[in-house]
Antibody, heavy 121, light 110 residues
Framework: QLQLQESGPGLMTPSETLSLTCTVS??????????WGWIRQPPGKGLEWIGN???????YYNPSLKSRVTISAGTSKKQFSLRLTSVTAADTAVYYC?????????????WGQGTMVIVSS | QSVLTQPPSASGRPGQRVTISCSGG????????VNWYQQVPGTAPKLLLF???QRPSGVPDRFSGSKSGSSASLAISGLQSEDEADYYC???????????FGGGTQLTVL
């Protein structure tokens, strides 16, 4: 059974670069034909799609974040990562890694539990 | 401001039928299928419906979806207390070349 787990710093200072890792168990980022994605949710607010990544090299990013975001393969075949530069308080959110199903890039059927990132001076 | 528009709240009594709307445009709902997510506060979202009206394994048939033009709807029949959650619609937007979510609807079971 595929499971995802996010990891990264819980607290950041404005202007820093956020780096999060999603570790996949029960599958592999490199061997599957699936995309992998990141979604975030600010406290008390709705869901915001960050982007989708395919190990073969294709990526899609939210236009509002595109200039600051990179989603890429991790250091192992069971990881992929999110990099967000120049963070501000507006980037405070729960960050989820997830996998879209084979029914479309917006149909995420497997989710991690989420990791809270707070940006504060 | 979300690309897809949902009512912020909805409510119903146990056993009733509730519908949640999701309005978009020609580049998103008008040209792509819609997915619905259910999120109990403090937990990760769960895919409730995909391809507008398909239920993943384990989702009760009390949940159904439809689409007409640039709008979609989620219907929940035989409302139960455990259905109390936030519901989000989502789809792909061809103009933005990315995924878009609705702002979410908080469902209260009275």
């Amino acid at each position: 059974q595929l499971q995802l787990q996010e990891s990264g710093p819980g607290l950041m200072t404005p202007s820093e670069t956020l780096s999060l890792t999603c570790t996949v168990s029960g599958g592999s980022v490199s061997s599957s034909a699936y995309y992998w994605g990141w979604i975030r949710q600010p406290p008390g607010k709705g869901l915001e799609w960050i982007g989708n990544f395919y190990y073969g090299g294709s990526t899609y990013y939210n236009p509002s974040l595109k200039s600051r975001v990179t989603i890429s393969a991790g250091t192992s075949k069971k990881q992929f990562s999110l990099r967000l530069t120049s963070v501000t308080a507006a980037d405070t959110a729960v960050y989820y890694c997830a996998r879209p199903s084979d029914r479309g890039l917006s149909a995420f059927d497997v989710w991690g539990q989420g990791t809270m990132v707070i940006v504060s001076s | 401001q979300s690309v897809l528009t949902q009512p912020p709240s909805a409510s119903g009594r146990p056993g009733q039928r509730v519908t949640i709307s999701c309005s978009g445009g020609s580049s998103n709902i008008g040209s792509n299928s819609v997915n619905w997510y259910q999120q109990v506060p403090g937990t990760a979202p769960k895919l409730l419906l995909f391809s507008t009206n398909q239920r993943p394994s384990g989702v009760p048939d009390r949940f159904s979806g439809s689409k007409s033009g640039s709008s979609a709807s989620l219907a929940i029949s035989g409302l139960q207390s455990e259905d109390e959650a936030d519901y989000y619609c989502a789809t792909w937007d061809g103009s933005l070349n990315g995924m878009v979510f609705g702002g979410g609807t908080q469902l209260t079971v009275l």
